[in-house]
T-cell receptor, first 117, second 113 residues
C-alpha cells in the first residue's frame, strides 16, 4: 500500500465501548498527526508526534488516548466517548522540515467516520 | 496567533465556469508557508500546493492557478473551466513553527453539469 491508510473507515460505538483507530503511513515520514473534523468546527489538530514522541496535545479530553509505537504507526484509543465526539478523524504524516518552520507538507489518510450512540 | 479565513462557505457554478476561492491569513511570522488542500466526498484531504512567503510568483498547474499577494495577506485559488469532478471542499492552511497547520473553515464548491 502507498500513502496514509486508516482503519476502520467507519465505526459505530456506544458510550461505554472501548475501540481503537489505526493509522499507518508508507511514506517514510517522521511526524504523524491526529485531526478531528466535525460539522460544526473546522479541522482541529488533536495530537502531534515527532519521531514517536508526542509534541502537541491540543487540550484533548483524556477519553482520547494516542499511541505512537514507531514512526509509521499511530493509534487513537477511544473510551467512554460522548455523542459530541462523533466526527471524521483524520490522520496525517509529514517529513519534518527541520530549520524551515511551517514548511512541512502533511499528507492525509481517508479518515475514520466515527459515530457515538 | 495564526488565523486563516475563507469567507466563502459555498460556491455553486455551472460546468466550464471559472471559480475563484478566497483565502486571507494572519501571522506575525516573517517566514511561513501556505497550502491548499482538496477534500472530495470520500473524505481524504488531498494536497494541492505549497508556497513560501518569499515567493510571490503566481503559479499555474493545469486548470488550477494560485495568486499569492503578501501585501494583502491573500492566497487565492482559481479553477479554470470547472468540471463536475472539481466538486469538493477546498481548504487553505497556514504552516507555523512546531509543524502545525492552521486551517481555514473551507469552501464547498459545487459544479453542476
Amino acid at each position: 500500500e502507498t500513502g496514509v491508510t486508516q482503519t476502520p473507515r467507519h465505526l459505530v460505538m456506544g458510550m461505554t465501548n472501548k475501540k481503537s483507530l489505526k493509522c499507518e503511513q508508507h511514506l517514510g515520514h517522521n511526524a504523524m498527526y491526529w485531526y478531528k473534523q466535525s460539522a460544526k468546527k473546522p479541522l482541529e489538530l488533536m495530537f502531534v508526534y515527532n519521531f514517536k514522541e508526542q509534541t502537541e496535545n491540543n487540550s484533548v479530553p483524556s477519553r482520547f488516548s494516542p499511541e505512537c509505537p514507531n514512526s509509521s504507526h499511530l493509534f487513537l484509543h477511544l473510551h467512554t466517548l460522548q455523542p459530541e465526539d462523533s466526527a471524521l478523524y483524520l490522520c496525517a504524516s509529514s517529513r519534518l522540515a527541520g530549520a524551515r518552520p511551517g514548511a512541512d507538507t502533511q499528507y492525509f489518510g481517508p479518515g475514520t467516520r466515527l459515530t457515538v450512540l | 496567533a495564526q488565523k486563516v479565513t475563507q469567507a466563502q462557505t459555498e460556491i455553486s457554478v455551472v460546468e466550464k465556469e471559472d471559480v475563484t476561492l478566497d483565502c486571507v491569513y494572519e501571522t506575525r511570522d516573517t517566514t511561513y508557508y501556505l497550502f491548499w488542500y482538496k477534500q472530495p466526498p470520500s473524505g481524504e484531504l488531498v494536497f494541492l500546493i505549497r508556497r513560501n512567503s518569499f515567493d510571490e510568483q503566481n503559479e499555474i498547474s493545469g486548470r488550477y492557478s494560485w495568486n499569492f499577494q503578501k501585501s494583502t495577506s491573500s492566497f487565492n485559488f482559481t479553477i479554470t473551466a470547472s468540471q463536475v469532478v472539481d466538486s469538493a471542499v477546498y481548504f487553505c492552511a497556514l504552516g507555523a513553527a512546531g509543524n502545525k497547520l492552521t486551517f481555514g473553515g473551507g469552501t464547498r464548491v459545487l459544479v453542476k453539469p
